[in-house]
T-cell receptor, first 111, second 113 residues
Framework: DAKTTQPTSMDCAEGRAANLPCNHSTISGNEYVYWYRQIHSQGPQYIIHGLKNNETNEMASLIITEDRKSSTLILPHATLRDTAVYYCIVRAPGSARQLTFGSGTQLTVLP | DGGITQSPKYLFRKEGQNVTLSCEQNLNHDAMYWYRQDPGQGLRLIYYSQIVNDFQKGDIAEGYSVSREKKESFPLTVTSAQKNPTAFYLC????????????FGPGTRLTVL
């Protein structure tokens, strides 16, 4: 699985958009970009995934650059409950394989 | 509601005792996983199963055992052979097609005294 690089921490004001970047310059053609988050002392929560097109669901939007070497997770209106560690993971699908969680980005939403 | 349940949320055991952590899912997922998370660390895979009555070791299987007698259930036993069992244990499940995103349970925090 390709390696990912994320900032260690970010702050965001409540109600504003939170933009979390991820670099994955060695991504392969069949690898998806996944985003998960983990609120303290809870299990990780799946947010969104994409291959090459931008994706949006009820939780977030995922913007993947045309060369696929980086992506941005967007939480359009951050709330205090969005405070968590956000993990960007790159892997190929199709079989039962582990998710490799790096250190992630600690997002703190400020009131 | 569909989901994954783990029980108990907190578990205390004396050193040298085996302990079994429960994981149940009603998502009709084929694959199930057990991860271990230590403070400030990422997740490490213990065991995974793609089908009933079959499972494979992950990166840190020593001192653990699992069974998959039913599609919905994947219990993990932490044996006395596990040198440092105190950790946060997470169970997950996924389908085996498409992007196969994994869905996680709430976790069990095991403390060995």
């Amino acid at each position: 699985d390709a390696k990912t690089t994320q900032p260690t921490s970010m702050d965001c004001a409540e109600g504003r958009a939170a933009n979390l970047p991820c670099n994955h310059s060695t991504i392969s053609g069949n690898e998806y970009v996944y985003w998960y988050r983990q609120i303290h002392s809870q299990g990780p929560q799946y947010i969104i995934h994409g291959l090459k097109n931008n994706e949006t669901n009820e939780m977030a939007s995922l913007i993947i650059t045309e060369d696929r070497k980086s992506s941005t997770l967007i939480l359009p209106h951050a709330t205090l409950r969005d405070t968590a560690v956000y993990y960007c993971i790159v892997r190929a699908p199709g079989s039962a394989r582990q998710l490799t969680f790096g250190s992630g980005t600690q997002l703190t939403v400020l009131p | 509601d569909g989901g994954i349940t783990q029980s108990p949320k907190y578990l205390f055991r004396k050193e040298g005792q085996n302990v079994t952590l429960s994981c149940e899912q009603n998502l009709n997922h084929d694959a199930m996983y057990w991860y271990r998370q230590d403070p400030g660390q990422g997740l490490r895979l213990i065991y995974y199963s793609q089908i009933v009555n079959d499972f494979q070791k992950g990166d840190i299987a020593e001192g653990y055992s699992v069974s998959r007698e039913k599609k919905e259930s994947f219990p993990l036993t932490v044996t006395s052979a596990q040198k440092n069992p105190t950790a946060f244990y997470l169970c997950a499940s996924s389908i085996l097609s498409g992007a196969d995103e994994q869905f996680f349970g709430p976790g069990t925090r095991l403390t060995v005294l």
